[in-house]
């Protein structure tokens, strides 16, 4: 049941004793504006001890003359609870978003972490194909990426057999490196 409102003059809302007056005499119409708003008791009990913490929090900013109290009271209780809606709104987003995706599994994991380790040995590979002359380069290209044959490799590039066959060989010693892993098929597979 709502208490009666009191005539007396603005509630002095700094002290313990102001506020606690205030509290009493506006506790029924703040839960009453809330439970119209709010199905679940719980949360409306929730929402309205935010209120007048709230209230509480910004007792000093209060100008009795721009409006009665209670007035003022129910403005916080709206930006109380729009902020509660916009926090179920928010959460809502997030949940829908989510529920279109799947968690990954233990394999998953280990796949994707394969796969990132592959991409990383994949990159400095690239950085040592990069720096390899372009002779060695275009002989290792024509032969491992674009799958022509050291003789064909050679026709195209206008040199003999056994020249392509050196550079090839020169070109993968390069690649493997001083003191790095070698780079297998499969890491190179699961980079792509």
Avoid: C
């Avoid at 409306?44 to 007048?52: E, K, Q, R, S, V």
Wanted: aromatic share 4%.
């Amino acid at each position: 049941m709502r208490s009666p409102r009191r005539k007396t003059g603005p509630p002095d809302l700094t002290t313990q004793e102001g506020f606690g007056a205030f509290y009493e005499e506006h506790i029924d119409a703040v839960l009453g504006f809330v439970t119209r708003r709010v199905a679940d008791p719980h949360l409306a009990a929730d929402l309205t001890a935010d209120i007048f913490l709230a209230a509480m929090g910004s007792a000093s900013g209060y100008r009795p003359n721009r409006g009665a109290p209670i007035a003022w009271l129910f403005g916080i209780a709206r930006n109380v609870l729009s902020g509660h809606a916009r926090g179920l709104a928010r959460e809502s987003g997030a949940l829908a978003r989510l529920s279109g995706r799947r968690l990954l599994e233990d394999e998953d994991v280990a796949a994707l972490e394969e796969r990132i380790d592959a991409q990383r040995a994949f990159r400095a590979l690239a950085e040592r194909h990069a720096a390899l002359s372009e002779p060695l380069r275009a002989a290792l290209d024509l032969v491992v990426i674009d799958e022509l044959t050291p003789a064909e490799a050679a026709q195209a590039l206008g040199v003999t057999q056994a020249t392509i066959r050196v550079r090839l060989h020169r070109a993968r010693r390069a690649l493997r490196g001083t003191g790095t892993a070698a780079v297998t098929e499969t890491q190179l597979e699961a980079a792509r």
